[in-house]
Each structure stands twice: as C-alpha cells, then as structure tokens.
C-alpha cells in the first residue's frame, strides 16, 4: 500500500526559481489538498482539488499553482519562488465516504 | 469560520502515566474529527476517525471521544510509553467526502519520560 507518495523530500530553491513538488495518490481518491506546515501556524490548506479537472484554492493560494489531469496526480506549482514559501509542504487524499484523510510524507522546502 | 484549538502545546509526562489529550472546535457542525500523529520531520499519520454520529473510537491504548455539541474532543493514551512521544493534531471535517475541508488544531507536542 503505497498511499500518497510525495516527491522530493527535502529541497533547496533560490529566490525566483520555479519547481514543481509531486504529489500520486493509489487509493482513487477524488479529493486531494495541499497543505504547508509552519511553527507556530499550524497546517494551512494551499489548494485542493475534488477531481480531474477541478481545482480550488484554499486559505493561503498566492504564489502557487495546480492542476488536476488525472485522479492520481496533484503537483503543486511554485512559478517564482519567494523566501516566505520556506515550509513542509503535505499533500492529502480524502476517502469519498469516510471522509478520512490521508498524508504523504512531506516536502521540505528551503528557499534561500 | 471553524476554529480548532488544542491547549497545552506541550506536554511532558512520566512513563506509565495515563493521559488525556484536549481538542475543541468552535463550529459544531462537522461531519467528522480524526486524530493524527506527527514524528519530527515526518508525515501525519491516521490514528482514529470519529464520525459526527458517534461518541468514541477505540484502537489499541488509544481511545477518543466525541461531544459535538460542546465542541470538544479527548484523545486518551493508556500507560503511556517513551515511543508515544510525538505531536499530537486534531481535525474536524465541515463537510463530505468529495467536498470535505479540513481545519487543524496546531497539536500537542507530547513528551514521555522512560
């Protein structure tokens, strides 16, 4: 059962460069959500995404973009990374009748 | 706006110790509350999922509560041990499946002394 998987785990970026963090789910699971984790914020919903096709933006969206082409896939899109976007970034997938969520390992986000 | 707040941040308890983690969330209209388990530098990890209609889950030495109209949530950890220490996050979910939206207490950072 590999779950959500997320790539890469730790990442070193220099202001203004573009990447692009990865994010697979194997549960086929509708909904996906990205998250950032900062001390003392707690877990802020980036984006998310109830389908193929269908993509929403959550609490804190500026600077980042997704996409949903397929039920599996969710990246996330920084286009002209920013020292603020220094975070761990988590990707989840939520059962569509639990309503039980799911989380990959995490990406480590450095930007210098 | 749904708020969840878990209060202490910081927990440190001797081995052995039965405990009791608090979670309460302003909005009583959720449709369900998980309970997760973070490691340092790690991911989350699913420890129980109370559904609105129910009162408590159950797994192993770990059991929650659910009171929705008082907006509160307890996680207890029977005879704590030094491997249960980690952050210890709340969720509550306003809405279903597809359209579920996730809010997070900040989490309890719990520490077992051997």
């Known amino acids: 059962n590999a779950g959500v998987t997320q790539t890469p785990k730790f990442q070193v970026l220099k202001t203004g460069q573009s990447m692009t963090l990865q994010c697979a789910q194997d549960?086929?699971?509708?909904?996906m959500s990205w998250y950032r984790q900062d001390p003392g914020m707690g877990l802020r919903l980036i984006h998310y995404?109830?389908?193929?096709?269908?993509?929403d933006q959550g609490e804190v969206p500026n600077g980042y973009n997704v996409s949903r082409s397929t039920t599996e896939d969710f990246p996330l899109r920084l286009l002209s990374a920013a020292p603020s976007q220094t975070s761990v970034y988590f990707c989840?997938?939520?059962?569509?009748?639990?309503?039980?969520?799911?989380f990959g390992q995490g990406t480590r986000l450095t930007v210098v | 706006k749904q708020e969840v707040t878990q209060i202490p941040a910081a927990l440190s308890v001797p081995e052995g110790e039965n405990l009791v983690l608090n979670c309460s969330f302003t909005?009583?209209?959720?449709?369900?509350l998980q309970w997760f388990r973070q490691d340092p530098g790690k991911g989350l990890t699913s420890l129980l999922l109370i559904q609105s209609s129910q009162r408590e889950q159950t797994s192993g030495r770990l059991n929650a509560s659910l009171d929705k109209s008082s907006g509160r949530s307890t996680l207890y950890i029977a005879a704590s041990q030094p491997g249960d220490s980690a952050t210890y996050l709340c969720?509550?979910?306003?809405?279903?499946?597809?359209?579920?939206?996730?809010?997070f207490g900040k989490g309890i950072t719990l520490s077992v002394r051997p």
């Open positions: 549960m086929n699971h509708e909904y």
């Open positions: 969720a509550v979910s306003t809405n279903t499946g597809a359209n579920s939206k996730l809010t």
């Open positions: 989840a997938s939520i059962h569509r009748d639990s309503s039980e969520a799911f």
């Open positions: 995404s109830v389908g193929a096709g269908i993509t």
């Open positions: 909005d009583s209209a959720i449709y369900n």
